[in-house]
């Protein structure tokens, strides 16, 4: 099984700042490599898949880049809607379909 | 496009549920279908897999062998049977599309239901 590791566990940033999260994987996941947001009470929502592709109506502020075992979600410019948590996912090498434990982007 | 869960209630250990999770707003089977699952101030995990027509199914090892799912493609219905369910299955239990029905899908979880909670608790 795939582990993924997401850090920090917790980012604290100001709105207008840019976000930088990590996700590595155990073993290459080749670009296999999604990325969803849950705000508080809500289902999780998808950002990026295969790495690097927006996800339909997702603002280009968020960005994916990465391959192999280490990858990054990035917010250029955060707005105040983006402070949720956000998870990897990986699809290379299923079942099981494996998510990291998640990075808390909170308000500084 | 949308995923309705409902089922969901307090149970005792050793018990049995069944979760359904009903979609609409596109070509059910056409997609295959998945439970994930979130435990209170947990992160999500993936429980079980089932492909479009329904010929591949697959579990996690944390459900295998108490939790069946199945779909029910003229109704738009996806099911989950939970059986012997334990403490520790206590979680909200989302329904999850898995866009793989064209050659352009993006391979992900791309469409997900509210949320069904379960609680296991004597």
């Known amino acids: 099984e795939i582990v993924l590791t997401q850090s920090p566990a917790t980012l604290s940033l100001s709105p207008g700042e840019r976000a930088t999260l990590s996700c590595r994987a155990s073993?290459?996941?080749?670009?296999?490599l999604a990325w969803y947001q849950q705000k508080p009470g809500q289902s999780p929502r998808l950002l990026i898949y295969?790495?690097?592709n927006r996800a339909t109506g997702i603002p280009a502020r968020f960005s994916g880049s990465g391959s192999g075992t280490d990858f990054t979600l990035t917010i250029s410019s955060l707005e105040p809607e983006d402070f949720a948590v956000y998870y990897c996912q990986q699809r290379s090498h299923w079942p099981p379909f494996t998510f990291g434990q998640g990075t808390r982007l909170e308000i500084k | 496009v949308q995923l309705v869960e409902s089922g969901g209630d307090v149970v005792q250990p050793g018990g049995s549920l069944r979760l359904s999770c009903a979609g609409s707003?596109?070509?059910?089977?056409?997609?295959?279908m998945n439970w994930v699952r979130q435990a209170p101030g947990k992160g999500l995990e993936w429980i079980s897999y089932?492909?479009?027509?329904?010929?591949?199914?697959f579990y996690a090892d944390s459900v295998k062998g108490r939790f069946t799912i199945s779909r029910d493609n003229g109704n738009n219905l996806l099911h989950l049977q939970m059986n012997s369910l334990r403490d520790d299955d206590t979680a909200v239990y989302y329904c999850?599309?898995?866009?793989?029905?064209?050659?352009?899908?993006?391979?992900?979880?791309?469409?997900w239901g509210q949320g069904t909670t379960v609680t296991v608790s004597s």
């Open positions: 089932v492909s479009g027509s329904g010929s591949s199914i």
């Open positions: 073993q290459s996941v080749t670009s296999f």
């Open positions: 999850a599309r898995f866009d793989d029905s064209s050659g352009y899908g993006s391979w992900a979880f791309d469409i």
């Open positions: 707003g596109f070509t059910f089977s056409s997609y295959s």
């Open positions: 295969d790495a690097s």
